[in-house]
């Protein structure tokens, strides 16, 4: 079946950087768009981040256009999230997700990882 | 950015009974609306895509409706597993999308 899970958070200061990754299984890994989603605690959803399923194009959320960066490597099915000049209002629960549609990306999430905390403190 | 409105914040219904939940766009998302389902200590899943379409394994009491700016999730006789977070999402301001706040279903 379709598995996500999501790996690198912990606690990290402001201004510094984060990584963190998504290991995929039970599906195509290299057809798919893939979608960061990030949900602050006792918040709602947020989407951070898309990328096709080549790489080639990537979309960020404007609250993080500049600071994050989304990647991939089809070739170790995994998903990246590289986060610099972390700030306190970047805590949250950052989860990866497929995008339903098969080729370009149709932004609905139809599979979800458990989710990977990064937090921000001093 | 397009602004989603769910409504009401928090629902209150016994099991059977069934429930409406409402999402309001600030601009036509046309048909592009999803609906997810939050359980506490767990990943949303993916109910309800494109206004109506239910996703792979969602019974069938689930249901979404409308177009345009006004959305309905309805549930037709609510299950004990029913009780959860509710979230809107739309797609059509890609790549800008943006969830509703959530509305939350509670036993009454």
């Known amino acids: 079946q379709v598995q996500l899970v999501e790996s690198g958070g912990g606690v990290v200061q402001p201004g510094r950087s984060l990584s963190v990754s998504c290991a995929a299984s039970?599906?195509?890994?290299?057809?798919?768009?893939m979608h960061w989603v990030r949900q602050a605690p006792g918040e709602g959803l947020e989407w951070v981040a898309v990328?096709?399923?080549?790489?080639?194009?990537?979309h960020h959320a404007d609250s993080v256009k500049g600071r994050f960066t989304i990647s991939r490597d089809n070739s170790k099915n995994t998903l990246y999230l590289e986060m610099n000049s972390l700030r306190v209002d970047d805590t949250a629960l950052y989860y990866c997700?497929?995008?339903?549609?098969?080729?370009?990306?149709?932004?609905?999430?139809?599979?979800w990882g458990q989710g990977t905390l990064v937090t921000v403190s001093s | 950015e397009i602004v989603l409105t769910q409504s009401p914040a928090t629902l209150s219904l016994s099991p059977g009974e069934r429930a409406a939940l409402s999402c309001r766009a600030s601009?036509?998302?046309?048909?592009?609306l999803a609906w997810y389902q939050q359980k506490p200590g767990q990943a949303p899943r993916l109910l309800i895509y494109?206004?109506?379409n239910r996703a792979t394994g969602i019974p069938a009491r689930f249901s979404g409706s409308g177009s345009g700016t006004d959305f309905t999730l309805t549930i037709s006789s609510l299950e004990p597993e029913d009780f959860a977070l509710y979230y809107c999402?739309?797609?059509?301001?890609?790549?800008?999308?943006?969830f509703g706040q959530g509305t939350r279903l509670e036993i009454k």
């Open positions: 997700a497929k995008d339903r549609d098969m080729g370009a990306a149709g932004y609905h999430f139809d599979c």
């Open positions: 039970g599906f195509t890994f290299s057809r798919f768009a």
């Open positions: 990328i096709s399923s080549d790489g080639r194009t990537k």
């Open positions: 601009q036509s998302v046309r048909s592009y």
């Open positions: 494109d206004t109506s």
């Open positions: 999402q739309q797609r059509s301001g890609w790549p800008s999308i943006t």
